[in-house]
């Protein structure tokens, strides 16, 4: 007995000797669940390779993944080595101390130039114009649209719409037109319905897809600088821009109160809508005949122009951050410099990930790769984001509070829910002394 | 007692292995207890001290005491007081759906028929199942596209959980299909104990039906049915799950998910758990009024 203690007492000693050496050569990237997680894991496979280091992508469903980023974060738990995670939380994750500050590596790299501007303004820097950065652009997105092209190449329905609308049927380059096109093809009594629009008011769907219209519209959500919110937020524009979308959410398929990427994928999928917004990443879906009957059929287009040329997108995507509270600081900073080599990123490009690269995303290879590059090379220049302040949370349910009920419950109007909104945040700002 | 025993059982394992009877109590006691102040006491206090403080779990500033500011915000928040209303509305609707869909059930199935057992089982299935999955399951049924809700009433295109008035009404209707069976069950418990010479008593002085059930059979039931409005009024105040994931309207925001949103997405933890503390104290004061009122029922 006294033998198999010994025995055991010097298994585990060997175990906890041998533990640290193990650990080093194992990465963990923490992400949500979706196609660009499955993506990456095949890239760092590749690194595996390379190096030796095993490193997993662990993934959680979307709707738990702040919830469980941030409960680890607050444990200061090591579960995770490097996290691919939302923009908007920059912030809070870097002024809560859980990221590393990447602002040497970025300098080093001189990726201020290597990556596409907007991603590095977006997806690394915080505040804004500061020249601090959290985060490598990873997986760059934005919202875009599909659209049935058999539907609006019917010969038909091309001299049906030119008569009513007096110019022809075509991929809607302006706002307005996007709203005619919906407007006639929704068709309740053939199942048939004009456009799916993000509805969806537990996090930042709505807020997402209002974005579109407002920014288009050459409106904004306020100055990111001076935290202004009066008079940009509730200005003309944003208030044509919010009736605009409200004009859209009547051309939806019914029961469209509660939507998001899934259910506008399926607005497609199943023949529901003649157009569906989305961010760019679930497009493969669409393309793929397994997932979509109508794969052939399908096209894709980037948000249209506002009434004076605005043209913008909301941002989606991520960038890679360091974890403060990993035992693998050094490792992660190795991977990320393999990470952002040129081949690398070509790489990532090819397995389907969206390269934030700025020469992978101008190279005509990269944008004629699918039917959807196109549009997506063209947002990606043009993308603005929401707020990426610690207290983002509460700017997006207050959001979600003022904006539902007008977009689907009709109530009030587009002017005073932003008024109320604008109120909301500039009380919000006060609270964190931001503003006086 | 322990001397006692320790009497009758002299030759036990194990006081022959020096344990005492004391001891033995203690091995069983001092992990419950200890579990129940890591677990309960601990979070509950740290809880009620983080509910002054402007404490945000998301970040590593330190928490300032604020004193009563968390809760005089709450209070003062029309947006709280919206999410308490429709709470109480909530409330009202799914207990008393609850009350008597599961009280008729009862009174159905305490007279003979053909496999009532088999008939009971079935009726309790709801419950048994998870909150989440219900909430999926009766979101598919209120689809307007193709859920059977709308196909079998025919209501055409009809937006149960779009539309803002009738929402909260959907979402109570599920909580009222789940939850009548737990209702049926300790009523059928109340109904089966009412002594059977009352209804011949009754029947010789030919009282009717309705003086049966009012005179007779509600007053005996009463406290059992106390006790099931008790437990769902409480478990209806805190109703998440299935709340959450059927609607996003505006009125179907109880304070539970006010709470969660608070607490868990914008990392408002000393105003959260001030806010739990606000519908702990709602709860607490509900329950007294209900065990009033119960133990004036049994007094009768």
Same mark, same amino acid.
């Given at each position: 007995?006294?033998?198999?203690?010994?025995?055991?007492?010097?298994?585990?000693?060997?175990?906890?000797?041998?533990?640290?050496?193990?650990?080093?050569?194992?990465?963990?990237?923490?992400?949500?669940?979706?196609?660009?997680?499955?993506?990456?894991?095949?890239?760092?496979?590749?690194?595996?390779?390379?190096?030796?280091?095993?490193?997993?992508?662990?993934?959680?469903?979307?709707?738990?993944?702040?919830?469980?980023?941030?409960?680890?974060?607050?444990?200061?738990?090591?579960?995770?080595?490097?996290?691919?995670?939302?923009?908007?939380?920059?912030?809070?994750?870097?002024?809560?101390?859980?990221?590393?500050?990447?602002?040497?590596?970025?300098?080093?790299?001189?990726?201020?130039?290597?990556?596409?501007?907007?991603?590095?303004?977006?997806?690394?820097?915080?505040?804004?114009?500061?020249?601090?950065?959290?985060?490598?652009?990873?997986?760059?997105?934005?919202?875009?649209?599909?659209?049935?092209?058999?539907?609006?190449?019917?010969?038909?329905?091309?001299?049906?719409? #030119?008569?009513?609308?007096? =110019?022809?049927?075509?991929?809607?380059?302006?706002?307005?037109?996007?709203?005619?096109?919906?407007?006639?093809?929704h068709r309740p009594d053939e199942n048939r319905y004009g456009v799916a629009i993000y509805t969806d008011n537990s996090y930042d769907g709505l807020v997402m897809g209002v974005e579109n219209a407002l920014f288009s519209y050459g409106a904004d959500l306020g100055n990111y600088e001076t935290y202004e919110v009066e008079g940009i937020l509730n200005s003309e524009q944003a208030v044509a821009a919010l009736e605009a979308y409200r004009q859209l959410y009547?051309? %939806?398929?019914?029961?469209?109160?509660?939507?998001?990427?899934?259910?506008?994928?399926?607005?497609?999928? $199943?023949?529901?809508?003649?157009?569906?917004?989305?961010?760019?990443?679930?497009?493969?879906?669409?393309?793929?005949?397994?997932?979509?009957?109508?794969?052939?059929?399908?096209?894709?287009?980037?948000?249209?122009?506002?009434?004076?040329?605005?043209?913008?997108?909301?941002?989606?995507?991520?960038?890679?951050?360091?974890?403060?509270?990993?035992?693998?600081?050094?490792?992660?900073?190795?991977?990320?410099?393999?990470?952002?080599?040129?081949?690398?990123?070509?790489?990532?490009?090819?397995?389907?990930?969206?390269?934030?690269?700025?020469?992978?995303?101008?190279?005509?290879?990269?944008?004629?790769?699918?039917?959807?590059?196109?549009?997506?090379?063209?947002?990606?220049?043009?993308?603005?984001?929401?707020?990426?302040?610690?207290?983002?949370? $509460?700017?997006?349910?207050?959001?979600?509070?003022?904006?539902?009920?007008?977009?689907?419950?009709?109530?009030?109007?587009?002017?005073?829910?932003?008024?109320?909104?604008?109120?909301?945040?500039?009380?919000?700002?006060?609270?964190?002394?931001?503003?006086? | 007692?322990?001397?006692?025993?320790?009497?009758?059982?002299?030759?036990?394992?194990?006081?022959?292995?020096?344990?005492?009877?004391?001891?033995?109590?203690?091995?069983?006691?001092?992990?419950?207890?200890?579990?129940?102040?890591?677990?309960?006491?601990?979070?509950?206090?740290?809880?009620?001290?983080?509910?002054?403080?402007?404490?945000?779990?998301? %970040?590593?500033?330190?928490?300032?005491?604020?004193?009563?500011?968390?809760?005089?915000?709450?209070?003062?928040?029309?947006?709280?007081?919206?999410?308490?209303?429709?709470?109480?509305? =909530?409330?009202?609707?799914?207990?008393?759906?609850?009350?008597?869909v599961g009280f008729g059930l009862a009174m159905l199935l305490n007279r003979k028929i053909p496999l009532k057992g088999l008939i009971t089982t079935l009726l309790l299935l709801p419950m048994m199942l998870s909150m989440a999955v219900v909430g999926l399951f009766w979101k598919l049924l209120y689809d307007p596209s193709f859920g059977i809700i709308n196909y079998f009433l025919g209501l055409g295109k009809f937006e149960w959980l779009a539309d803002p008035d009738v929402a909260l009404y959907a979402v109570a209707l599920v909580d009222i299909w789940m939850w009548s069976p737990f209702v049926m069950l300790l009523s059928l418990a109340g109904l089966s104990a009412v002594p059977k010479h009352l209804y011949e008593a009754a029947e010789i002085d030919r009282a009717?039906?309705?003086?049966?059930?009012?005179?007779?059979?509600?007053?005996?039931?009463?406290?059992?049915?106390? !006790?099931?409005?008790?437990?769902?009024?409480? #478990?209806?105040?805190?109703?998440?799950?299935?709340?959450?994931?059927?609607?996003?309207?505006?009125?179907?925001?109880?304070?539970?998910?006010?709470?969660?949103?608070?607490?868990?997405? $914008?990392?408002?933890?000393?105003?959260?758990?001030?806010?739990?503390?606000?519908?702990?104290?709602?709860?607490?004061?509900?329950?007294? !009024?209900?065990?009033?009122?119960?133990?004036?029922?049994?007094?009768?």
């Open positions: 007995m006294r033998r198999y203690i010994s025995r055991l007492f010097a298994g585990a000693a060997a175990l906890a000797l041998c533990v640290p050496a193990a650990s080093a050569q194992e990465l963990t990237i923490f992400w949500a669940e979706w196609d660009p997680a499955n993506y990456l894991q095949e890239l760092v496979n590749e690194y595996e390779a390379e190096t030796g280091v095993v490193v997993t992508v662990e993934t959680t469903p979307w709707q738990d993944f702040q919830t469980k980023a941030f409960t680890e974060f607050n444990a200061r738990g090591s579960a995770y080595d490097m996290i691919v995670g939302d923009s908007q939380w920059l912030g809070a994750a870097s002024e809560g101390g859980h990221y590393v500050d990447l602002t040497e590596f970025f300098k080093k790299h001189d990726l201020g130039n290597v990556m596409a501007p907007a991603t590095v303004k977006y997806y690394a820097e915080y505040p804004g114009n500061s020249g601090k950065f959290w985060a490598i652009p990873a997986e760059g997105d934005a919202v875009g649209w599909s659209y049935r092209k058999d539907w609006f190449e019917d010969p038909a329905e091309m001299k049906a719409f #030119e008569a009513k609308y007096g =110019y022809p049927l075509d991929v809607p380059k302006t706002w307005q037109q996007l709203i005619d096109i919906a407007e006639f093809f009547e051309y %939806t398929p019914p029961g469209w109160s509660k939507t998001f990427f899934v259910e506008n994928n399926q607005a497609i999928t $199943e023949g529901l809508a003649a157009m569906s917004m989305n961010y760019f990443a679930f497009f493969p879906a669409l393309v793929n005949p397994a997932s979509n009957p109508h794969a052939d059929a399908t096209g894709f287009f980037a948000n249209p122009a506002g009434p004076d040329g605005d043209q913008f997108a909301a941002l989606g995507g991520q960038g890679i951050s360091i974890v403060s509270y990993s035992n693998n600081i050094d490792e992660s900073y190795k991977f990320l410099e393999w990470f952002i080599q040129d081949d690398v990123q070509k790489r990532w490009a090819d397995l389907g990930g969206y390269t934030a690269h700025a020469a992978t995303l101008e190279s005509e290879e990269f944008r004629n790769a699918t039917p959807y590059n196109e549009a997506f090379y063209q947002t990606m220049f043009k993308v603005k984001d929401f707020w990426a302040v610690p207290e983002y949370a $509460e700017l997006l349910t207050a959001a979600n509070r003022r904006l539902y009920p007008y977009v689907v419950g009709g109530e009030g109007t587009a002017k005073e829910a932003l008024d109320a909104l604008a109120a909301d945040w500039v009380e919000t700002f006060k609270k964190y002394g931001r503003t006086e | 007692m322990t001397e006692l025993i320790s009497r009758l059982e002299p030759d036990s394992r194990a006081a022959s292995r020096g344990f005492s009877d004391l001891s033995i109590r203690n091995l069983f006691i001092i992990p419950t207890i200890a579990f129940l102040i890591i677990f309960n006491v601990f979070p509950l206090l740290y809880s009620l001290w983080t509910s002054f403080t402007d404490f945000r779990a998301s %970040t590593t500033a330190p928490a300032n005491w604020i004193g009563l500011a968390n809760y005089r915000e709450l209070l003062s928040d029309p947006f709280i007081w919206r999410n308490f209303t429709i709470t109480a509305k =909530y409330v009202l609707i799914s207990v008393t759906g609850q009350v008597v009717g039906p309705f003086y049966t059930f009012f005179r007779i059979t509600l007053p005996l039931v009463a406290p059992i049915l106390m !006790i099931a409005i008790i437990f769902r009024t409480m #478990e209806a105040f805190k109703t998440f799950d299935h709340a959450y994931i059927l609607s996003s309207q505006p009125t179907t925001e109880l304070i539970a998910i006010r709470l969660y949103k608070m607490a868990f997405l $914008e990392w408002q933890t000393g105003l959260s758990s001030a806010l739990a503390y606000i519908v702990l104290i709602m709860v607490v004061a509900i329950t007294n !009024i209900y065990v009033k009122y119960l133990n004036k029922a049994k007094a009768r």
